[in-house]
C-alpha cells in the first residue's frame, strides 16, 4: 500500500514544444525541470503515474552527508545547501529539520570501521564525529539498548518524502512549467543524429533535450533506445506509526532498525541492516557487472524471488512509439513490503527504547530502489546521442541528493559550469574501460 502522497493536478495540456522534457516526476525529476525553469528553460515534465508516487515517497527521509560514498559527498553538500532554502521555494513547509543522525555502534570494533571514512568527513569540514555511550544517552535519551558509542552528525536532517517532490512541481507550474501526470513518455525522436521530440501517450513534444529520471523505470526505457544502462532494484521495507509523545528527535539506525522522527508526531521505522533484492531476469543479465558489490554487501542483502520477476520476465523490452508501454500498464510500482523485516525492526526498536514500547503502527509500504554497480548514480549526458541525459541509480541516497542532483543535471543540459565535478556520475564509466569501484557504504 502507496503512503499517502500530496496530489498534483495535470497541467491542462500539452505544449507542442519545449526546450527540455524530462521524463520522470520523482524528486530527481521534479528537482531537474525547476532548476531548468530558473535557468530560463521552456520545461515539461511527463510523469506516467503521479507525483513522487514511488520512490520519492517511500524513503526514509533522511537528508544525511554522513556515511556518504566520497564521490557523492560534494553532491550531497550542495544539495544540503539547498534543501535549506527550498520552503521559500517550493512556498511550503517540506518538514526539513537539522535533526541530527546518529549510527550505533554496539563494540568499539564498530567505532574503528568509521575511521577510514572520517577522514574523508574531516577533508570536507561534514563536522561529523565519534561519540561516546554517554554521548548517545545526550542524543538519544533513554535508550536502553547497551552500545560501545555512535557516529554522529549533527547537521545532518530529516524531510518529509509525501510533501517535498509534489510542492517542487507544484513551484514549477507556478513558474510556468508543464507537469503532465498520467502521461507516460514511450520514446525519443532523433533528427540529425540528435534529439529532437518526445512520444508520449497523449502526443508529440519538439525539444532539444531530454533527460531520463525514470528511477527503477530508466533501464527499461534506456534500453528500448539501445543503450545498456546497468540497473537493478532492491525492495525498500518502511512503516510508519501514529503520533508519540517523548520519543527523539534525531534520527538513528542501529544493526537491526533504523528510525525518523515525522512531522505528523509518528516515526517512519525500517530495519536499517538488512535489504531485500528483488531477482529479476535482470539480475542474470547484470550478474557479472554487479559481482563486486554483492562481494562486498553481502551480510545486508536478502534475495527474494517473487511476483516481480513474473511481471518483469512478460514486459516487453523494445516497443514502437504507437505501442502501449510497460509504463502505461503500471502507473505506478506498488510492492509488497517484506514483513519479516518490518517485524524484526519493530521488535527490536520497542527493546532499544522505552518510548516505543507502546507505539501503534499505522501502515506499512514498499519501495523499488534503482541501484548501480557501484551503488553511485548517473547524472550524465550520453555521448552517442546528443540532447539525451541520464539522472538514475540513486541506490537508496536520491531523497538526500535530489535537489542537488536536479542542479546538476540542470547545469550540464544548459552547458553551464557544473555545481559539482560531473566525472564519478558519467555514465560512460560502465562501458569505458575504467574500474567499477565499491566503497563501503553504511
Same mark, same amino acid.
Given at each position: 500500500?502507496?503512503?499517502?502522497?500530496?496530489?498534483?493536478?495535470?497541467?491542462?495540456?500539452?505544449?507542442?514544444?519545449?526546450?527540455?522534457?524530462?521524463?520522470?516526476?520523482?524528486?530527481?525529476?521534479?528537482?531537474?525541470?525547476?532548476?531548468?525553469?530558473?535557468?530560463?528553460?521552456?520545461?515539461?515534465?511527463?510523469?506516467?503515474? +503521479?507525483?513522487?508516487?514511488? &520512490?520519492?515517497?517511500?524513503?526514509?527521509?533522511?537528508?544525511?552527508?554522513?556515511?556518504?560514498?566520497?564521490?557523492?559527498?560534494?553532491?550531497? @553538500?550542495?544539495?544540503?545547501?539547498?534543501?535549506?532554502?527550498?520552503? &521559500?521555494?517550493?512556498?511550503?513547509?517540506?518538514?526539513? +529539520?537539522?535533526?541530527?543522525?546518529? $549510527?550505533?555502534?554496539?563494540?568499539?570494533?564498530?567505532? &574503528?570501521? $568509521?575511521?577510514?571514512?572520517?577522514?574523508?568527513?574531516?577533508?570536507? @569540514?561534514?563536522?561529523? +564525529?565519534?561519540?561516546?555511550?554517554?554521548?548517545?544517552?545526550?542524543?538519544?535519551?533513554?535508550?536502553? +539498548?547497551?552500545?560501545?558509542?555512535?557516529? $554522529?552528525?549533527?547537521?545532518?536532517?530529516?524531510?518529509?518524502?509525501?510533501?517535498?517532490?509534489?510542492?517542487?512541481?507544484?513551484?514549477? &507550474?507556478?513558474?510556468?512549467?508543464?507537469?503532465?501526470?498520467?502521461?507516460? /513518455?514511450?520514446?525519443?525522436? =532523433?533528427?540529425?543524429?540528435?534529439?529532437?521530440?518526445?512520444?508520449?501517450?497523449?502526443?508529440?513534444?519538439?525539444?532539444?533535450?531530454?533527460?531520463?529520471?525514470?528511477?527503477?523505470?530508466?533501464?527499461?526505457?534506456?534500453?528500448?533506445?539501445?543503450?545498456?544502462?546497468? @540497473?537493478?532494484?532492491?525492495?525498500?521495507?518502511? !512503516?510508519?506509526?501514529?503520533?508519540?509523545?517523548?520519543?527523539?528527535?534525531?534520527?538513528?539506525?542501529?544493526?537491526?532498525?533504523?528510525?525518523?522522527?515525522?512531522?505528523?508526531?509518528?516515526?517512519?521505522?525500517?530495519?536499517?541492516? !538488512?535489504?531485500?533484492?528483488?531477482?529479476?531476469?535482470?539480475?542474470?543479465?547484470?550478474?557479472?557487472?554487479?559481482?563486486?558489490?554483492?562481494?562486498?554487501?553481502?551480510?545486508?542483502?536478502?534475495?527474494?524471488?517473487?511476483?516481480?520477476?513474473? =511481471?518483469?520476465?512478460?514486459?516487453?523490452?523494445?516497443? #514502437?512509439?504507437?505501442?502501449?508501454?510497460?509504463?502505461? @500498464?503500471?502507473? %505506478?510500482?506498488?510492492?509488497?513490503?517484506?514483513?519479516?523485516?518490518?517485524?524484526?525492526?519493530?521488535? *527490536?526498536?520497542?527493546?532499544?527504547?522505552?518510548?516505543?514500547?507502546?507505539?501503534?503502527?499505522?501502515?506499512?509500504?514498499?519501495?523499488?530502489?534503482? %541501484?548501480?554497480?557501484? /551503488?553511485?548514480?548517473?547524472?550524465? *549526458?550520453?555521448?552517442?546521442?546528443?540532447?539525451?541525459?541520464?539522472?538514475?541509480?540513486?541506490?537508496?541516497?536520491?531523497?538526500?541528493?535530489?535537489?542537488?542532483?536536479?542542479?546538476?543535471? /540542470?547545469?550540464?543540459?544548459?552547458?553551464?559550469?557544473?555545481?559539482?565535478?560531473?566525472?564519478?556520475?558519467?555514465?560512460?564509466?560502465?562501458?569505458?574501460?575504467? #574500474?567499477? =569501484?565499491?566503497?563501503?557504504?553504511?
Amino acid at each position: 500500500m502507496s503512503p499517502p502522497v500530496d496530489p498534483v493536478s495535470s497541467s491542462p495540456a500539452l505544449p507542442p514544444r519545449a526546450d527540455v522534457v524530462v521524463i520522470g516526476g520523482g524528486i530527481v525529476g521534479v528537482s531537474t525541470a525547476l532548476a531548468l525553469l530558473r535557468k530560463g528553460h521552456s520545461v515539461v515534465l511527463c510523469e506516467k503515474g +503521479r507525483i513522487g508516487g514511488e &520512490q520519492s515517497s517511500r524513503n526514509w527521509g533522511w537528508c544525511r552527508a554522513m556515511g556518504r560514498d566520497s564521490r557523492e559527498i560534494p553532491l550531497i @553538500q550542495e544539495s544540503l545547501r539547498i534543501w535549506s532554502g527550498l520552503d &521559500q521555494v517550493a512556498g511550503q513547509d517540506l518538514g526539513f +529539520r537539522k535533526c541530527g543522525i546518529v $549510527y550505533l555502534c554496539e563494540t568499539e570494533a564498530e567505532m &574503528q570501521g $568509521y575511521e577510514p571514512w572520517l577522514e574523508h568527513a574531516r577533508q570536507h @569540514q561534514i563536522g561529523s +564525529r565519534l561519540i561516546t555511550a554517554k554521548e548517545v544517552q545526550d542524543v538519544l535519551p533513554g535508550l536502553a +539498548r547497551k552500545v560501545a558509542g555512535a557516529l $554522529y552528525t549533527r547537521t545532518d536532517a530529516r524531510a518529509e518524502p509525501a510533501v517535498a517532490a509534489p510542492a517542487i512541481a507544484r513551484a514549477l &507550474q507556478s513558474l510556468g512549467g508543464t507537469v503532465m501526470t498520467e502521461c507516460a /513518455a514511450r520514446s525519443v525522436e =532523433t533528427a540529425a543524429g540528435r534529439v529532437s521530440g518526445v512520444v508520449t501517450e497523449k502526443g508529440r513534444i519538439a525539444c532539444d533535450a531530454v533527460v531520463l529520471a525514470g528511477g527503477s523505470w530508466s533501464r527499461f526505457f534506456a534500453g528500448n533506445l539501445g543503450f545498456d544502462l546497468p @540497473q537493478l532494484k532492491v525492495l525498500g521495507s518502511v !512503516l510508519r506509526t501514529k503520533p508519540l509523545e517523548g520519543g527523539p528527535e534525531s534520527s538513528a539506525a542501529g544493526s537491526d532498525f533504523a528510525f525518523r522522527k515525522r512531522a505528523d508526531g509518528g516515526y517512519t521505522v525500517a530495519h536499517g541492516g !538488512l535489504s531485500t533484492a528483488e531477482i529479476t531476469p535482470d539480475s542474470f543479465r547484470l550478474f557479472g557487472a554487479f559481482l563486486p558489490a554483492l562481494r562486498k554487501e553481502w551480510r545486508g542483502i536478502r534475495l527474494h524471488l517473487g511476483q516481480q520477476f513474473l =511481471t518483469e520476465m512478460r514486459w516487453k523490452r523494445r516497443w #514502437k512509439a504507437d505501442e502501449v508501454t510497460p509504463f502505461e @500498464q503500471i502507473r %505506478v510500482l506498488d510492492p509488497v513490503p517484506d514483513n519479516r523485516l518490518l517485524d524484526q525492526a519493530m521488535a *527490536n526498536l520497542r527493546k532499544a527504547h522505552p518510548a516505543f514500547a507502546g507505539v501503534v503502527e499505522a501502515q506499512r509500504w514498499g519501495g523499488l530502489i534503482d %541501484v548501480t554497480p557501484d /551503488a553511485v548514480p548517473v547524472i550524465s *549526458n550520453v555521448a552517442a546521442l546528443p540532447g539525451f541525459f541520464i539522472a538514475t541509480g540513486f541506490s537508496g541516497h536520491g531523497f538526500g541528493l535530489g535537489p542537488g542532483a536536479g542542479r546538476l543535471m /540542470a547545469d550540464l543540459v544548459a552547458g553551464d559550469t557544473p555545481i559539482v565535478d560531473p566525472a564519478p556520475f558519467r555514465f560512460s564509466r560502465f562501458s569505458d574501460g575504467s #574500474k567499477v =569501484t565499491v566503497e563501503a557504504g553504511f
